[in-house]
């Protein structure tokens, strides 16, 4: 579990010393819930959001545990040192929006005809609740030819589970290379 630190103080020099300290800033909020300003150790953070396996999970702050969801982060243009996050509480029966991964499986024959694989989405908005939230969309790929994409009408949706994306949108494709 991710231990964090809740913020008395919102003063600039405030956030510059905790910064300067090695600490991420990060916001947690969630629908008729008191915002909580917190800190986390940046290293710490970093490592543990690398290792998780689901979208939501665990930390805790100033004695409360609560299951929460990364919703946006900034970084720093020149260095790309994270600088702020925020974090949503993943509330049970709550209908939200997440950001779920895209996963893919194989390589595509359209690679040895001269073609590039990319990723159009790594990430597709969609819109339930936490019990119905899938923790990645798993795309096979190997059918993929030079021209041909999946597209958000070609991944089936759970149950409970809508994404609001024109469904003609590409999220992964192989193109050819110039």
């Known amino acids: ?74 970084k720093d243009p020149v260095t790309s040192d994270l600088l702020h996050v925020d974090l949503m509480v993943a509330q049970p029966g709550v209908r939200t929006s997440y950001k779920v991964p895209v996963t893919v499986e194989g390589t595509p024959k359209g690679l040895k005809n001269k073609g590039l694989f990319i990723f159009h989405k790594k990430r597709i908005p969609v819109k339930c609740t936490i019990e119905n939230l899938p923790e990645s969309f798993h795309l096979q790929i190997a059918d993929l030819d030079t021209g041909d994409s999946i597209l958000i009408r070609d991944i089936s949706m759970p149950e409970g589970v809508d994404c609001f994306l024109d469904p003609r949108v590409p999220v992964v494709g192989v193109i050819k290379a110039k």
């Not at 913020?7 to 819930?33: F, V, W």
């Not at 986390?40 to 970093?46: P, T």
Request: aromatic letters at 10%; proline letters at 0%.
């Open 1 to 74: 579990m991710l231990e964090g630190i809740k913020r008395d103080s919102m003063t600039k020099q405030e956030t510059k010393s905790l910064r300067r300290d090695g600490y991420l800033i990060a916001n947690i909020y969630g629908k008729g819930l008191e915002n909580i300003n917190a800190a986390f150790k940046r290293n710490d953070f970093i490592k543990y959001l690398r290792n998780k396996t689901s979208v939501a999970f665990d930390v805790n702050v100033d004695g409360n545990t609560l299951k929460v969801v990364v919703q946006e982060y900034q």
